[in-house]
Antibody
Framework: EVYLVESGGALVQPGGSLRLSCAAS????????LHWVRQAPGGGLEWISY????????SYAASVRGRFTISRDNVKASLYLQMHSLRDDDTGVYYC??????????WGQGTLVTVSS | EIVLTQSPATLSLSPGERATLSCRAS??????LAWYLQKPGQAPRLLIY???TRATGIPPRFSGSGSGTDFTLTISSLEPEDFGIYYC??????????FGGGTKVEIK
């Protein structure tokens, strides 16, 4: 069975940094494009970043470009999101999702990031 | 950026009733539209992609239709497990990938 498990969420002060991880199992990791999607408390879904299977293609939403960096380790079957200069409006649940065709066919359970002083 | 607008915001229905949800795109997305269901405390789940194709394991009471800018998700007879928030999402000319604001289907 396909699994994605996020970790690394925490309470962080504005301006701080955090690194999220997503461990994958049950599928050939390097064959799939992966994404990060977040959800503010009580809010809707926001796509924030994408990385191709070989890391040759990467993109970001305008709201995080220049502050967040997506990466992956195909040997460890893991996806990462390095977040810098965190702001109050970055607060939310961060999901990793598998999506080779642009559709999100598998999601993790999410990890909560809270940005607050 | 393509904006997706979902309506209604909330739909109050009883189990066994038919649900009709709408998603309108600010410009044509062809058939590049998907639907997800998110239950409280859970991650979203893919229901429909390419406007009308059911994802693996999704029962036939869920059907999607539409193309261009107007799309509909129909649930022919609501089951208790169908209540939650439904989101549409497009993949036309991405990035970015964007979601609609959601329709909450609640028990009447």
């Amino acid at each position: 069975e396909v699994y994605l498990v996020e970790s690394g969420g925490a309470l962080v002060q504005p301006g701080g940094s955090l690194r999220l991880s997503c461990a994958a199992s049950g599928f050939t990791f390097s064959n799939h494009n992966l994404h990060w999607v977040r959800q503010a408390p009580g809010g809707g879904l926001e796509w924030i970043s994408y990385i191709s299977g070989t890391s040759t293609a990467i993109s970001y939403a305008a709201s995080v470009r220049g502050r967040f960096t997506i990466s992956r380790d195909n040997v460890k079957a893991s996806l990462y999101l390095q977040m810098h200069s965190l702001r109050d409006d970055d607060t939310g649940v961060y999901y990793c999702a598998r999506g080779s065709t642009g559709w999100f066919d598998t999601w993790g359970q999410g990890t909560l990031v809270t940005v607050s002083s | 950026e393509i904006v997706l607008t979902q309506s209604p915001a909330t739909l109050s229905l009883s189990p066994g009733e038919r649900a009709t949800l709408s998603c309108r795109a600010s410009q044509s997305v062809s058939d590049h539209l998907a639907w997800y269901l998110q239950k409280p405390g859970q991650a979203p789940r893919l229901l429909i992609y390419d406007a009308s194709t059911r994802a693996t394991g999704i029962p036939p009471r869920f059907s999607g239709s539409g193309s261009g800018t107007d799309f509909t998700l129909t649930i022919s007879s609501l089951e208790p497990e169908d209540f939650g928030i439904y989101y549409c999402q497009h993949r036309r000319n991405w990035p970015p990938l964007t979601f609609g604001g959601g329709t909450k289907v609640e028990i009447k």
